[in-house]
């Protein structure tokens, strides 16, 4: 008799994705733990939202965001549509980017893929020089009167390019 337990499916992110990491998010009303990485501070607003193949949203998605100088955040998909929000301190530099790193319900390991800015000239950039121009457009926001919309899509025909890092 064999008494080995099956394996199980493994749980990549969720459940517990935002009891350890944004408790405040997940109810849990511990106000000292309640800003874990969350920053509401800086000059320009981004929203989207993150979708699957079939163009639904994730609706347990957690984005970290890095400027690339001194900001680093944590944002979370709404429950009910999908949508996250963030404040962020605008980088500067040669093509001004925001690096963000994607963990959600059923993605193996995080997913690293930049926001570019509309209006920065992104010629010069190594990672855009390496793609082809169809494929440029889903790392670059979209500006909609004082804010920033970024869609990330995890497949399919408008898939964001992700980076191998």
Known sequence: MNNRLPLTPSQTAGPY?????????????????SALGHVDAGDITVTGTIRDG?????????????NGADQ??????????GRFTFRAT????PAPHLALWIIARGINSGLHT???????????????AALPESRRKTLIAKQREDMFHFDIHLQGDAETVFFDV
Do not use: C
Request: charged share 25%; net charge negative; aromatic share 6%.
């Open 17 to 33: 994705l935002h009891i350890g990491l944004t408790p405040d998010h997940a109810g849990l009303g511990l106000e000292k733990q």
């Open 54 to 66: 079939k163009g639904e949203p994730v609706k347990d998605a957690l984005i970290e965001v890095w």
């Open 72 to 81: 680093w955040l944590r944002a979370v998909a709404d429950p009910n549509t």
């Open 90 to 93: 605008r980088p500067i530099g």
């Open 114 to 128: 930049r926001m570019y800015f509309p209006s920065e000239s992104v010629d010069d950039d190594a990672a855009l």
